[in-house]
Structure formats: C-alpha cells, structure tokens
C-alpha cells in the first residue's frame, strides 16, 4: 500500500513510463512485502532549468 | 501553520479547487489544533501517464 | 485515488489523527470527485526544531 | 540523476531494505536511462497510526 | 548529499533560478555539512489556482 | 510564501539547523522574491539505513 514518487527529468517515452512503473511495482512486491493494489507509483517530471546539481542548472551543465 | 500538498489527477475546475482547498484547512483547524494564517494547500495536478497504481499507468486502465 | 500528504507539528492525539484523516478524505470525495477506495492521508509529524517559518525554527518562536 | 522517494508502513528490515533499494535504481536504469551515479532513494517510514487509507488509519484497519 | 525541494510560485526568470540554486547549495555545504556533488535543488513551480494560504487560492488572494 | 523541504542525513546541532534555515530563508527573499512570513522551511531527518545513493544504502557506504 505504499506511494512512490519518482522526481526525473522530463522526456520518458509512454513506453518507458510503462515499463518503469512495472518494475518498481514489482519490486515492491518482491522486496518490501508491499500488496499491489492500491500501490501508487507516481512520476513528476521536472525541467531542466529547474533542477540543479552541485549548484548549477540542468540547463547549463554538459554531463546533465 | 502545516503544510498540506495534495497529489491528484490534472481536470479539478477552479470551482471545485477553491472549495477543496477551503475544506481540508477546515479540517486541520478544527481537528489539528492548527492556525490557518500560514497553512498552506497545494494542489499537485498529475497527468494520467505519469501516475499508477497495481504497476499499471492510468492512461491504460479503466477504472482510473 | 488522490495522495494527500500533511506535514504538521508533532504532537496530535490518536483520537485527532483519526477525525482528521476522514475529514479530509471527505473533503476530497466531496469536492475532487475521488474515490476513496485507493485514498491515502499521510500524517508527517515534524519536530519543533526541524520546522523553521520565516527563518526561525519553530523552538525558537513564541507563537509557535 | 533522479530521485526517488519511498513512503512506506516501517518494520521492513535492513535486508529488505539492501534488496528494494537495489531493484528500484536497476529498474530506473533500465528503463528511464538514468545515470546511477547521483540517483537517490530515500526511504520514509511511515508508523500506522499516520496513515490512512479510505480515511480510516491503519491502527484501525483489520486489513492495512 | 541532501535534496531539497522548493515549492514556489511559478514565474521566476531563469537568472533568478541560477543564483537561487546556487545560494541553496552554499547554504547546505556552509551549514549542514553537505558535500555539493550529488546536492540535488529541485523547483516545483505552482500555479496560482493550485496554491491556497488560509484556504484562499492564490488567484483569488489580493496579497499573493 | 513558498515551502522549502531538505531531506538530509540526521544528526544536524540544534546550532547547524538554526543557521541553514536562515540562510536559505534569506536565499529565498534575495533570489526569488519570497516574502519571508510564511516561508517554511522543513528538515526531514532520513537515517543512513534509509538512503540509497547508486543503490547502495548510507549504512554500507564509506564514503557516505
């Protein structure tokens, strides 16, 4: 029954989103005894001007 | 003066938010001993392909 | 089928907890057209030191 | 470079949590083409007694 | 290694981000002890209808 | 009037955690027009057996 929230880049693909959200589900299951089915898993798509590493936006690093 | 963040699917009308919002900060004043001068309701609006549950996106199932 | 998370001080009792869970979700089926079958409150209880408002940590405060 | 944040009921062990940790940063490689490096996942256990499915906590729930 | 999250009106330039980002990471390094590299600053930026104080909407707010 | 959340590795001085929510309280004010009256800013505390950086827990890190 938990929630999982994922904070990413945006730009996944329906596909990806797809397989991801599978996979961490399953793993729930599998590791932390987590029933499935009101098991949220939830994806918040951030832009790359408004997350920083190290102090310097997505949008101004080379390796981001 | 807590903070309350809401994750729920994009489509609420202005209507329904202005209600919502007025709702649950009645809610923690009269239940949570809380002053609401400086509590805060957020509203997080998720598309429905990046939000599952049961490891299966909303865009796919029926009942979401 | 909406995630709803409240951050607040720590300190309510079992009996608060619980009126404020169901208010909420009330709330939210009410005025967010959502089921409440999947519905989660999550209290996330927060200590006076660990919360500041406008650059004061709530030990700090006199009206906190 | 993602993060990824866990709310789940506490009591899972050290094992299961070395195992769930492991399987969620695989399944974002494999399918959200993160970069490992800086990929966080935190862990936030949540006691019963803060959470509530259907508005009723799951100290009071037969099922949670 | 932290991750801070900054939930916040939408609508600050990109220089504006830059130097908040920035200041963030020099406050976590200078007074938590953090190391910058895998230091995460994540802008949430929230509309005015999805953001209430004292259960008003931000858009409805002449002081927001 | 934004919410500032850090989640960081417990075990700040009552001191540290003073000093970091005022600076990035001010950060806030000088870099994204923030008033400071109801600016939060929370510290979430995570114990080293709940964060995993490149999949591998806090607890088993030596470089953590």
Chains 1, 2, 3, 4, 5, 6 share one sequence.
Request: charged content about 30%.
């Amino acid at each position: 029954m938990p929630v999982v929230t994922v904070q990413l880049w945006e730009g996944r693909t329906l596909e990806q989103k797809r397989a991801l959200v599978k996979a961490i589900t399953e793993a729930m299951v599998e590791h932390a005894d987590a029933k499935p089915d009101c098991l949220h898993v939830i994806l918040q798509e951030i832009p790359r001007e408004n997350w920083a590493r190290a102090g310097v936006l997505g949008v101004d690093r080379k390796d981001a």
